[in-house]
T-cell receptor, first 117, second 111 residues
Framework: EAGVAQSPRYKIIEKRQSVAFWCNPISGHATLYWYQQILGQGPKLLIQFQNNGVVDDSQLPKDRFSAERLKGVDSTLKIQPAKLEDSAVYLC???????????????FGPGTRLTVT | TQLLEQSPQFLSIQEGENLTVYCNSSSVFSSLQWYRQEPGEGPVLLVTVVTGGEVKKLKRLTFQFGDARKDSSLHITAAQPGDTGLYLCAGATDSNYQLIWGAGTKLIIKP
């Protein structure tokens, strides 16, 4: 079974430029998450999709970040314009829905390391 | 606000030693998961514990869920350099299918 795919793996941009990240979740996983991870810290949830609908985007800086999940499969996360503090690893994860048995296990892609200079 | 506190934040030990990592909260979780993350990669799920008092073993790793489902521990026996990584615990609640994440324990095993 193929895992969660993300691209690009690395991106270096200057502040005020824009950048987009792509994620393809595990086939059949209805729930998709985008996380931001600062070096050495735990992941911080940015946005959660259930199929193509947004479940939670309360921690997404909406003045500069946007995300979509057209057709309930692939997703893109965009930053425009980028700031220095956006330098981080952006992780995409997916999980089966309905949280049977309260498990909610998530499967992660390799992440995109973003450096803003 | 639900929080998961992990301790220690950083641990560096020699190969062959034993260690325990802790994950504590004042909140009750329906399940708790442990992940390991290596540099340049995403977190990889190691185990999910669901029942209070549950103990699961994965080779040299032993995971325990507290009786009250508020805390968990990870014990590694005879640590090896391949165990090096960032260990993250994450608790699940029954709302929104989200995980509450700890800040992680960075573990280095020296040969």
């Amino acid at each position: 079974e193929a895992g969660v795919a993300q691209s690009p793996r690395y991106k270096i941009i200057e502040k005020r430029q824009s950048v987009a990240f792509w994620c393809n979740p595990i086939s059949g996983h209805a729930t998709l998450y985008w996380y931001q991870q600062i070096l050495g810290q735990g992941p911080k949830l940015l946005i959660q999709f259930q199929n193509n609908g947004v479940v939670d985007d309360s921690q997404l800086p909406k003045d500069r970040f946007s995300a979509e999940r057209l057709k309930g499969v692939d997703s893109t996360l965009k930053i425009q314009p980028a700031k220095l503090e956006d330098s981080a690893v952006y992780l995409c994860a997916s999980s089966l829905t309905a949280g049977t048995s309260g498990r909610y296990e998530q499967y992660f892609g390799p992440g995109t390391r973003l450096t803003v200079t | 606000t639900q929080l998961l506190e992990q301790s220690p934040q950083f641990l560096s030990i020699q190969e062959g030693e034993n260690l325990t990592v802790y994950c504590n909260s004042s909140s009750v979780f329906s399940s708790l998961q442990w992940y390991r993350q290596e540099p340049g990669e995403g977190p990889v799920l190691l185990v999910t514990v669901v029942t209070g008092g549950e103990v699961k073993k994965l080779k040299r790793l032993t995971f325990q869920f507290g009786d009250a489902r508020k805390d968990s521990s990870l014990h590694i026996t005879a640590a090896q350099p391949g165990d090096t990584g960032l260990y993250l615990c994450a608790g699940a609640t029954d709302s929104n299918y989200q995980l509450i994440w700890g800040a992680g324990t960075k573990l280095i095993i020296k040969p």
